[in-house]
């Protein structure tokens, strides 16, 4: 018989936001807002919040997980990974469903919670132990072993705010990684820290994981989830979108993730809407040759050309286009009116096709999503679309290859030359 | 790694999961049950944030836990001036700057809680959003880390009843009595207050507001005898000048307060089970709204 250590049935979670069209108001209605609030919100007490005003952060999500296993949670940002684990670490209360957890839990939301800048490691080391919820007797007694791991021996007893960041993440981990709950909850604590103390970690996890204990565990980090967890689950817009072995869900999510044929191929094309009053129609990616592509190579220019209709004459819109990392990092974003304000007038009832060009040696090596909103700024979006289409930059200089291990460091890929002034290091031969 | 139950040669450990606890989580509505058991689980923890805001408070300042001191002492020798020895307010009989040191060690310490408290979960919000326990610890332990600078400036106030010659008698013992009444005046309000700054910031503007404003109706710069006698009673409605008058009574032998402690303490226990049935029923939406 095995036993369920987390049984999770319809386990939703409503979160109230402001709709981007009401954040804009007059400094008169923003008082008497203000003024009208407590009273208001006197009366709303224990009612549930009107529907136009809120978001399902998470919706009917169930499932079990044995004792024992390991589970790994992807999705996209916003999917709700987080709000399940906080659910599950009683940070925040469900709106619905329930959870039943057998066992001591422990969670490790970020690495160093609790963590204050003017107390020693050695101080620290018991804040954040008590905080984590360890005894005191337990950390007395684990005490040497978090020390040995974190490898700061010659600094526990300075303050951790004379700490490197890199110190004070492996003194937080080593605490954390010392934990020892029945059932773990671990958000991304591993997207911090040297490449070495990552591995470490990883293989901290590894021991964690084969000790029998249950571990839930989020990560953008795919490979992690393969390798340490045997189960996943994969969550999509708060819901339960795929479950299984966690090889399968990884390589489902990343097929699907990385987009249809279309989007591969650097050109999302986008069904007609008159009843906005701008549409976007197409988006396309070409590369230095003139070519469609989805994929551009580091070191040479390319373009992006955007199709939109305008059904209604608009008044100060801009078209913008972002370019965000596969992490979700925005790298940068160029719109329309940047460098022609003019744009800004209205505009006339027609479709339009316009197109700007990307230097080379902007992007770094990787994989880029572009989203393009057709907006009025500071006021309200006309129409909007995420992750359009996907953008795979490479480089094929077997320089920089030769310095790197994998790719250049960073976000950005820029090539600068360096200049000695007082004569070259290497003869030239 | 040390376990309990340890198989060396697979390395696999077994938690009892038989043992231990179920949680369920699920909405809750309404109100909810104190929880004090989770709490008292907690205890350790309570101990260590309390640890913490003690360690911190005064490091980097030069003149460190002689703040305790100098804050009460210096508003005593300004009432002494102004109060005493100016407008000649009575005391009692008792020497203008010890009558009011008296008052002031507790007040100091009740204006110091319960602004910390109030503040203390806005503060926190680092903790609330990251890691579960039981909120309850957070305005506690600002209340009891206060303790340590009331124990400073104690000090100060022994020195002062040898310099004017009075000795303590056994009312002296009662002192923690009043000591316990002034914590639970400033966790009260304080749980209060917190609850309500995690929702409506407005709450920390009014505090400073709200401490001058009580000062002055505590009997701190002057005694509560200037209050009609069939008033009395009704005065200690406000808890803190029970403690006040409790204080003076056990240290400087004024007449037992009898009247206006039985109100004030009746007030601060009412003021005390709503406050934590509140921040009870609001503390689900604190890692929400913070």
């Known amino acids: 018989m095995t036993d369920i250590a987390v049984r999770i049935e319809n386990l939703s979670k409503q979160y109230r936001i402001g709709g981007p069209q009401a954040r804009y108001k007059t400094m008169r209605e923003t008082l008497m807002d203000m003024a009208a609030a407590p009273a208001r919100r006197l009366r709303r007490l224990g009612q549930p919040a009107p529907p136009e005003e809120t978001i399902w952060a998470l919706k009917d999500v169930s499932f079990e997980v044995e004792q024992g296993e390991v589970v790994g949670i992807i999705g996209r940002n916003g999917a709700g990974k987080t709000t399940l684990l906080r659910i599950l670490s009683r940070i925040t209360e469900p709106t619905g469903g329930y959870a039943e957890i057998k066992g001591r839990v422990g969670s490790l939301l970020e690495v160093g919670t609790g963590f204050h800048p003017e107390l020693t490691g050695r101080e620290n080391i018991y804040l954040n132990g008590a905080i984590l919820g360890m005894k005191r ?140 009053p701008m549409r976007l129609r197409s988006v396309m990616v070409v590369n230095n040759e003139g070519r469609q592509a989805g994929q551009v190579e580091m070191g040479q220019p390319f373009r992006v050309r955007l199709q939109y209709d305008v059904n209604r004459p608009t008044a100060s819109a801009h078209a913008i286009c972002y370019f965000l990392t596969t992490d979700g990092i925005n790298v940068f974003g160029s719109g329309d009116t940047d460098c022609t304000p003019q744009r800004l007038g209205t505009r006339k009832v027609g479709s339009y096709t316009a197109e700007f060009e990307v230097p080379p040696f902007i992007l770094n090596e990787g994989s880029y999503l572009i989203s393009v909103n057709l907006s009025i700024p500071f006021t309200r979006y006309l129409d909007r679309h995420d992750s359009l289409v996907r953008l795979t930059v490479v480089d094929r200089s077997s320089i920089r290859r030769t310095s790197y291990q994998h790719r250049r460091p960073g976000v950005v890929g820029l090539d600068l030359p360096w200049t000695y002034l007082d004569g070259e290091p290497v003869s030239e031969s | 790694m040390n376990t309990t139950v340890d198989d060396q040669q697979t390395g696999t450990v077994i938690p009892p999961v038989h043992e231990a606890p179920t949680i369920l989580i699920r909405p809750s509505r309404g109100w909810v049950a104190l929880n004090l058991r989770d709490l008292w689980n907690y205890r350790e923890l309570l101990y260590f944030l309390t640890w913490r805001d003690i360690k911190v408070r005064y490091k980097q300042t030069v003149l460190g836990a002689a703040w305790a001191v100098l804050q009460p002492f210096f508003t005593m020798v300004v009432f002494s001036v102004f109060f005493g020895q100016l407008a000649k307010v009575p005391s009692d009989g008792i020497p203008y700057p010890i009558f009011s040191y008296c008052a002031l060690l507790p007040w100091s310490y009740f204006a110091g809680a319960l602004d910390r408290a109030s503040n203390s979960l806005v503060g926190s919000s680092h903790l609330i959003t990251k890691v579960y326990f039981p909120r309850l610890a957070i305005p506690i332990s600002a209340v009891m880390a206060g ?130 049935y509140y921040f009870r029923r609001m503390e689900k939406t604190f890692a929400d709204l913070i």
């Open chain 1, 137 to 276: 007797a337990e950390i007395d007694r684990k005490f040497d072993e978090i020390v040995a791991f974190s490898e700061i021996e010659k600094f526990l007893d300075t303050p951790v705010k004379r700490y490197s960041s890199g110190m004070y993440v492996r003194l937080a981990f080593s605490v954390a990684a010392h934990l020892e709950p029945e059932i773990l909850l671990v958000d991304e604590v591993l997207a911090v820290g040297d490449a070495a103390f990552q591995r470490k970690c990883l293989g901290k996890m590894g021991d964690v994981a084969h000790e029998g204990r249950t571990v839930l565990f989020v990560s953008h980090n795919q490979k992690a989830i393969s390798d340490l967890c045997e189960w996943a689950i994969r969550l999509d817009d708060g819901r339960l979108a795929d479950q299984g072995p966690s090889g399968d869900v990884v390589g489902r999510y990343l097929e699907e993730e990385l987009g249809t044929e279309a989007m591969f191929g650097g050109h999302t094309t986008v069904d007609p809407d008159p009843s906005r």
């Open chain 2, 147 to 276: 303790l340590v600078d009331f124990g400073i400036a104690f000090v100060v106030l022994l020195g002062m009843m040898i310099y004017y010659g009075f000795t303590p008698t056994t009312a002296a013992l009662t002192l923690p009595l009043f000591l316990s009444l002034a914590v639970a005046t400033a966790l009260a309000v304080g749980l209060w207050l917190s609850a309500l700054n995690v929702q409506y910031r407005d709450v920390r503007y009014t505090i400073p507001f709200l401490t001058q404003f009580w000062l002055f109706a505590t009997p701190v710069a002057y005694s509560s005898s200037l209050v009609p006698e069939r008033w009395r009673a009704w005065y200690g409605l406000n808890p803190m000048a029970g403690v006040v008058e409790g204080f003076r009574w056990a240290l400087l032998g004024k007449e037992p307060p009898a009247s206006l402690l039985a109100v004030s303490t009746v007030v601060v226990v009412l003021l005390l089970i709503g406050g934590l």
